[in-house]
């Protein structure tokens, strides 16, 4: 009876999610919850979360007041009261497609994780780049909004209720490699060349996908799992017909649709193929595809996840700029070749990597051209 009637006096408090706080803020006042700094962050991360409990009403609006000095929401609960969580985490990936917003946005995240411009930058060179973990819902959603940015979509996705995709290649049309992918119940992708076959099986659980894996490795197998909620797609017009009205058509749905302007569609039919939009949920253009189709119109979406470029600059000076600049974006050295009047890079660099250079050498008023690599 005695513990009850403490109880019905005691409160506990509760974190609603991040608000406007980093991991700075949340450093001052870990000590005083009594928690150590990472146990401190994993609650706020995983908000609605109790951060203190058993307290009297006095020291329960002493920590509230705390707490929304830092920016954080939160409320007190009776200790009665039980809270129940979910479990579910997610994490959240990065697409960038738009480097106009990159300092900013490197600049907000690393505020908010206290990680290094240098560490981030490693991380979204990446495609997806996949920036934070073990997040509620609400959390990630909240996230999001706050670090959004035009061209940069963020992504949440929960590991354990995703489907997943397993992808191998087989160089050459290997048939050592291709016999054991058909044991593995993989199936050759469509509109695949004898030279970079590649094999996957898709709608995989986690736990299926990581079994493959495991199979794989053993073998050492080169097979790679994807989170299909990351899954994004390059529209390409690979060709369109010779009919006039047709292309007016199909002109018209590429101002209404995409926003590409009119005046530009002739030079585009021109060097076909051209990637229409970049990145894309494959669902939200169905509409669009179907459309275009139906006027005559060849266009493809292309998986961005297996992408690889190489680099061709118009210009054969700045050498030493642009040298430094692949160097910090590609994480290592490139070997420049003469090219006309410019310079050639085999530099086997993913989407992230490529686009990044481009708008980096334009800041400079250098156009760089990224040229799909084949698989080897």
Known sequence: ???ESYLQDCYQVRVLGVGNADVLSIGRFHQRLGLSRQDCIRRILTAPSILQNRLDIHSAEAMVNVLK????PCDLVPQSDQIITSQERYEIAVYITDFTHITPFITD????????SEELLRCLAKTPAIILGNLSESVAEELI???SKPGIELIRSCSETAKYTVVAYAPGGDQTLTGYYREFGLQRAADQGEQA????LTDLSLGKAHTLWQRANELHLPLVIHNQDYFRFDLLLRSVPEDRSARQTISRLLTESLGIPEHLHQRLFEQLPMVLKRCIRINDYDELLTALAAQGAVVTAEWVGGFR???LFDTGEQLVRLEKLCAAIMGRPLKFTEAGTGWSVKADANLHQGLWIQYEAAQSGI???????EHE
């Open 1 to 3: 009876m005695h513990q």
């Open 69 to 72: 000095s830092a920016d954080l």
């Open 109 to 116: 995240l690393a505020l908010f994780t206290g990680q290094s």
């Open 145 to 147: 909004g706050r670090f």
């Open 197 to 200: 076959q590649c094999w996957q």
């Open 309 to 311: 470029f190489d680099l």
């Open 367 to 373: 156009h760089c051209r990224l040229m799909r690599s």
